[in-house]
T-cell receptor, first 115, second 111 residues
Framework: GAGVSQSPSNKVTEKGKDVELRCDPI?????LYWYRQRLGQGLEFLIY????????KSGLPSDRFSAERTGESVSTLTIQRTQQEDSAVYLC?????????????FGPGTRLLVL | KQEVTQIPAALSVPEGENLVLNCSFT??????LQWFRQDPGKGLTSLLL?????REQTSGRLNASLDKSSGRSTLYIAASQPGDSATYLC??????????FGKGTLLTVNP
């Protein structure tokens, strides 16, 4: 079946502009995650959605970052007033739940470059 | 703060060689330990997941071990092939849903 998809695959923007990144999880997956991968760094957790529960936003680096999810489907990560340090690959993942044996399925990522 | 360290950062081997990738973690409270593969322009693919109650998992030419007491995991790749070239990431999961990733090992298998 279809995997996790993300759009756009690449985004170049100017400093100070807002950007919106989209994630389509695997159908039926209740859990959705956003990560950031900066050059030479490991993946950093940003935010987690589980069903209709309040999201865990503890990984968001600043109030310029926000994310929404409509039910158990599409999620959007928004970065306002982008800065050059926001340049990174933004990865989305989904999982059926959060059981101990459940893995996360990752999308191909959106590569963001802030000039 | 949980830290996950992977060594070496990069590894280049000739085709057919057996190799070991290392991962160490500081948090002994572990739910599971996962190994992922990341190819350029693609997302991560889960290779092996070891539960905290397990010592190892095997899939084909891959074998991953977990030693909670020493905070270490290894990924063993037998008879390496050029198609194994990728970045390998280990990820530590605590009792919640968050994964803490290492920076990865960039593996190149030369024909």
């Amino acid at each position: 079946g279809a995997g996790v998809s993300q759009s756009p695959s690449n985004k170049v923007t100017e400093k100070g502009k807002d950007v919106e990144l989209r994630c389509d999880p695997i159908s039926g997956h209740t859990a959705l995650y956003w990560y950031r991968q900066r050059l030479g760094q490991g993946l950093e957790f940003l935010i987690y959605f589980q069903g209709n529960s309040a999201p865990d936003k503890s990984g968001l680096p600043s109030d310029r970052f926000s994310a929404e999810r409509t039910g158990e489907s599409v999620s959007t990560l928004t970065i306002q007033r982008t800065q050059q340090e926001d340049s990174a690959v933004y990865l989305c993942a989904s999982s059926p739940g959060t059981g101990t044996q459940e893995t996360q399925y990752f999308g191909p990522g959106t590569r963001l470059l802030v000039l | 703060k949980q830290e996950v360290t992977q060594i070496p950062a990069a590894l280049s081997v000739p085709e057919g060689e057996n190799l070991v990738l290392n991962c160490s973690f500081t948090d002994s409270a572990i739910y599971n330990l996962q190994w992922f593969r990341q190819d350029p322009g693609k997302g991560l693919t889960s290779l092996l997941l070891i539960q905290s109650s397990q010592r190892e998992q095997t899939s084909g030419r891959l074998n991953a071990s977990l030693d909670k007491s020493s905070g270490r995991s290894t990924l063993y790749i037998a008879a390496s092939q050029p198609g194994d070239s990728a970045t390998y990431l280990c990820a530590h999961r605590r009792s919640n849903y968050k994964l803490t990733f290492g920076k990865g090992t960039l593996l190149t298998v030369n024909p």
